[in-house]
């Protein structure tokens, strides 16, 4: 089975610049995670997707991120545009929203340096 | 909003001998699950064992097992016969009944030989 794909896996860009990731998770996980981990801290939700809504995007900063899950499936979230402190890695999850299969499955990530 | 608090920022054990790694939460929810997830060098994270809070068992997967305290709200990992591939961060996370995952800061483990 293959796992939650993440690409690129390093984005370097110049302030002000737009920047896109782009996540495709485990075939048949409703459930969809962005996650931006800074260094040395753990993974902070930005939205989570149940199937193609977006169900909490409370922690997204909405003047310059979006999101989108078209047809449920993949995702892509983008910055624009970018500033400094965005430099982070931006980690994808999915999850089968079954009782039995608990935990989400993580991508490698984007590491994002803004400069 | 549930909180999870790792207070061990570094961690270090030899190798073939046991270190155990600290978590709390706090929630007010009865009905959750908590996990331990590795983080190496490559930035994936890897599940490395799940506690379903209805399960008084403490779960066990090998060499790793957990410690679920649950009116405590502490959940500590233990990992036996050290090994030099478990060097990592671990990340210890709560699943809400939302759906949700918080996770804690995280604990960096040096394995040395």
């Known amino acids: 089975e293959a796992g939650v794909v993440q690409s690129p896996r390093y984005k370097i860009i110049e302030k002000k610049q737009p920047v896109a990731f782009w996540c495709n998770p485990i075939?048949?996980?409703?459930?969809l995670y962005w996650y931006r981990q800074n260094l040395g801290q753990g993974p902070e939700l930005l939205i989570r997707?149940?199937?193609?809504?977006?169900?909490?995007d409370s922690q997204l900063p909405k003047d310059r991120f979006s999101a989108e899950r078209l047809k449920g499936v993949d995702s892509t979230l983008k910055i624009q545009p970018a500033e400094l402190g965005d430099s982070a890695v931006y980690l994808c999850?999915?999850?089968?929203?079954?009782?039995?299969?608990?935990?989400?499955?993580f991508g490698q990530g984007t590491r994002l340096t803004v400069v | 909003a549930q909180t999870v608090t790792q207070s061990q920022p570094e961690m270090s054990v030899q190798e073939a001998e046991t270190v155990t790694l600290s978590c709390t939460y706090d929630?007010?929810?009865?009905?959750?699950?908590l996990f331990w997830y590795k983080q190496p060098p490559s930035r994936q994270m890897i599940l490395v064992i799940r506690?379903?809070?209805?399960?008084?068992q403490n779960a066990t997967e090998n060499r790793f097992s957990v410690n679920f305290q649950k009116a405590a709200k502490s959940f500590s990992l233990k990992i036996s016969d050290s090994q030099l591939g478990d060097a990592a961060m671990y990340f210890c996370?709560?699943?809400?009944?939302?759906?949700?995952?918080?996770f804690g800061t995280g604990t960096s483990l040096t394995v040395i030989p």
């Open positions: 999850a999915s999850r089968k929203a079954d009782r039995r299969n608990t935990e989400a499955f």
């Open positions: 075939s048949g996980h409703n459930t």
């Open positions: 997707y149940e199937n193609e809504e977006a169900v909490d």
């Open positions: 929630t007010s929810e009865s009905d959750y699950y």
């Open positions: 506690q379903e809070a209805y399960k008084q």
């Open positions: 996370a709560y699943r809400s009944t939302g759906n949700q995952f918080y």
